[in-house]
């Protein structure tokens, strides 16, 4: 059973066991009760899954938006200023994420906030150089945010795993 603080197995083995040991070995697994945690239901958790596609669909908005705005600056300012929104974007997207509770499935939602706080990262830098007018840190930058996105997508295949799909 997977709980908000951990996963509890129980098992009855019976192999060659006397006779009876199988019920008496069930009905004492059923009296079980959690000390700490929130059992959760079976399979992906639809609370989540609705946040989690909700926060990327949004973070899709805008990066599709700030993301022309960033190929066609005029200037450095403009390239500037969409890089340091497209990093506000992706810092928000991983703190609407990062206190989720998700049993099991923590892990892969914790890579998920790591990779997006990784893509912030690497448009701050990417603003950065755009500021400073470094042509040289600027695809440097550039580099990064793109190995960002591809860590980033590939967390999805960690959530895939739990019953997650993102949309």
């Not at 200037?75 to 099991?104: F, T, V």
């Not at 701050?124 to 550039?142: I, N």
Request: charge should be positive; charged fraction near 15%; proline fraction near 5%.
């Amino acid at each position: 059973m997977s709980t908000t603080a951990g996963v509890v197995l129980g098992v009855c083995v019976t192999r060659q066991a006397p006779p009876g040991l199988r019920s008496s070995c069930e009905r004492s697994l059923a009296t079980l009760r959690l000390s700490s945690g929130t059992a959760l239901p079976p399979g992906p958790i639809p609370a989540y899954a609705s946040k989690l596609n909700l926060t990327i669909e949004r973070l899709n908005d805008v990066r599709a938006s700030l993301g022309t705005r960033l190929v066609k600056a005029s200037d450095a300012k403009a390239q500037a200023a969409a890089a340091y929104k497209l990093a506000a974007a992706h810092i928000a997207a991983a703190h609407s994420l990062e206190h989720l509770n998700i049993g099991p499935a923590n892990t892969a939602n914790s890579a998920v906030v790591a990779a997006l706080d990784l893509s912030s990262a690497a448009y701050r830098a990417l603003g950065q150089a755009a500021s400073r007018q470094d042509p040289a840190g600027y695809g440097r930058a550039r580099a990064m945010v793109q190995r960002a996105a591809r860590a980033w997508k590939a967390t999805y295949s960690r959530l895939e795993a739990f019953g997650y799909g993102v949309s």
